[in-house]
């Protein structure tokens, strides 16, 4: 739980520098099999500022035709390359949840890059939690209520930070205000990725 949102827990410093590294090497060479994409918004195109690509049985993709899950990367064709062993024991550890994931989304930011207020809902399972990790640049992260236009508090989400949305909290609205650029090493030209990990169907 952590303030008023319940459901929600915030985990900083949960990846040490070492393990930071370390998943951004599995993550590096997986992206280079499904290489990141700009996603645009359904009907009218516009693109996202967010790059994005997926490990994992299921991938989320958006296109002129909407939001879904889908087994296989848009441009290549090709299966979505596996969840490193090292991410699923993350979500293992914190889900609470019996199952393991289907999708990871990888998202990445560039200095300028935002994602706006959304819930998740594409799911069929909101039992299951959303598990975030982040990497690189620090971002403000704002989430309200299950209701568009509520009360917000906002998180400072940094290089190594985990954060379960559960419970009550699996359904509200969220985003990211803004990178801020400089705040970590990392990566090398700097800009920040987020995992969100998901269960997509019911067990
Ligand atoms: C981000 N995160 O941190 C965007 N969604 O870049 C999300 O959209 C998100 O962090 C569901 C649950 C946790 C999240
Ligand atoms: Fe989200």
Redesign the pocket.
Known sequence: MSGMTPGLRYLPGYLDPTAQQAMLAELRARVAEAPLFTPVMPRTGKPFS?RMTNLGPLGWVSDRAGYRYQPTHPDTGRPWPPIPEMVLNIWRKVSGYPHDPEAC?V?F?GQSAK?GP???TDEEDFAA????I?LGDS?I?RIGGPERGGKTQSLK?SSGDV???GGQS?LSY???DRVLPGTSTLLKDGG?I?L?L?RVTRP
């Open positions: 967010v989304l998202n930011y994602m959304h819930r998740d939690p959303v598990v975030s982040s971002a992260f989400l954060l379960v949305m699996r969220h985003g990211i920040r987020n969100t998901r």
